[in-house]
Nanobody, 123 residues
């Protein structure tokens, strides 16, 4: 059974940076697309960023383009989300997700999902 464990969340001031990590186990990381979603209080979960299994394709929500970067490290079965120039509206619980196909993952119907890590942007 696949498992995803997120870490790296916390409290940061507006304009600051955070890097989230997600370690995958129980499934072949090298053959799965990886991605990040977030859910703010009172809002639906939304796609943030995704990367294909090969690493060649990246996809971002318009709201984070130019500020967030997704990357993956195959040796450690880890996917990262580097978040820069953080804004109040980035406050949410961030979830890691995996699926064989990026086009499926970004719809929210992914195969595996983590439990989330809280990111709070506040002065």
């Amino acid at each position: 059974q696949g498992e995803l464990v997120e870490s790296g969340g916390g409290l940061v001031q507006p304009g600051g940076s955070l890097r989230l990590s997600c370690v995958a186990s129980g499934h072949d990381f090298s053959r799965y697309a990886m991605g990040w979603f977030r859910q703010a209080p009172g809002k639906e979960r939304e796609f943030v960023a995704g990367m294909s299994w090969s690493g060649f394709t990246e996809d971002y929500a318009e709201s984070v383009k130019g500020r967030f970067t997704i990357s993956r490290e195959y040796a450690n079965n880890t996917v990262y989300l580097q978040m820069n120039s953080l804004k109040h509206e980035d406050t949410a619980v961030y979830y890691c997700a995996s699926d064989k196909w990026l086009r499926v993952l970004r719809t929210g119907t992914y195969e595996y999902g983590g439990r989330g890590t809280q990111v709070t942007v506040s002065s």
